[in-house]
């Protein structure tokens, strides 16, 4: 089992930016890919980002392609998530999520084991 615990949320105006970091325990996460996640009040939880077991890949969906990056430091078991330029409407619940590797549906929250306990962005404007 790997237990995730994000951090790193806060609130910062309109074009600001934020880093939030996933910590996991438990497991190295060398063998996981790793993905994040938001969900808005009322809405239901959607992809944002995701990045391959190996680092060699990453995704992210439309809405912060050009604006975030997510990254890995398996030494430190860590994830991240650098948000630039953010937005009112990147205000949300940031989850971290973890899959064992493998080819995998990176954007279907479905498809992840193991999840965190979640971390609040609030973007003012």
């Known amino acids: 089992q790997v237990q995730l615990v994000e951090s790193g949320g806060g609130l910062v105006q309109a074009g600001g930016s934020l880093r939030l970091s996933c910590a996991a325990s438990?497991?190295?996460?060398?063998?996981?890919?790793m993905a994040w996640f938001r969900q808005q009040s009322g809405k239901e939880r959607e992809f944002v980002a995701a990045i391959s077991f190996s680092g060699d890949t990453t995704y992210y969906s439309d809405s912060v392609k050009g604006r975030f990056t997510i990254s890995r430091d398996n030494a430190k078991n860590t994830v991240y998530l650098q948000m630039n330029s953010l937005k009112p409407e990147d205000t949300a619940i940031y989850f971290c999520?973890?899959?064992?590797?493998?080819?995998?549906?990176?954007?279907?929250?479905?498809?992840?084991?193991?999840w965190g306990q979640g971390t609040q962005v609030t973007v003012s404007s």
């Open positions: 999520a973890a899959v064992l590797e493998g080819s995998w549906m990176h954007w279907e929250k479905n498809e992840y084991d193991h």
């Open positions: 438990g497991r190295s996460i060398r063998s996981f890919n």
